[in-house]
């Protein structure tokens, strides 16, 4: 059983990969001065770039969990994700209100993806 982690760190990796599937940690954005589009944006980008590094892409999303701190931001958030996400590749996800834990994120993903 071969596990590979990429940006390991003392307390989490970003990234595992096992049997083919990729495992991204939740990613939030740096700039938290940043309205939910700008969020959503950044997070979107952090998932394409560990995505491209481990071997696969955003076609390969097999599930999405998305946390937002404010269910107000939703279409928002949607408006971003709509303009990313492959046309006809648009994976199983969940969208659920938490509070995040730095209170200046608004947005929080999650992706699980095969590799390409």
């Known amino acids: 059983m071969e596990i ?11 990234v595992a990969i096992h049997n083919a599937t ?3 940690a939740g990613q939030i954005a740096d700039d938290t001065t940043a309205d939910i589009g700008g969020q959503t944006r950044e997070v979107l980008a952090h998932v394409d770039r560990l995505l491209a590094e481990a071997g696969s892409d955003k076609s390969c999303i097999l599930m999405c969990q998305i946390y937002i701190a404010d ?3 939703f279409p928002g958030m949607n408006d971003v994700w709509d303009e990313w996400v492959p046309s006809g590749h648009t994976p199983p996800r969940a969208t659920v209100e938490a509070k995040l ?3 200046a994120c608004l947005v929080e993903i999650v992706v699980t993806a095969a590799l390409r």
Request: a positive charge; hydrophobic letters at 40%; glycine letters at 4%.
């Open 4 to 14: 590979t982690r990429l940006h390991v760190g003392k307390r989490l990796s970003e």
């Open 22 to 24: 990729v495992y991204l």
């Open 71 to 73: 269910m107000a931001d």
């Open 101 to 103: 834990a730095n209170p």
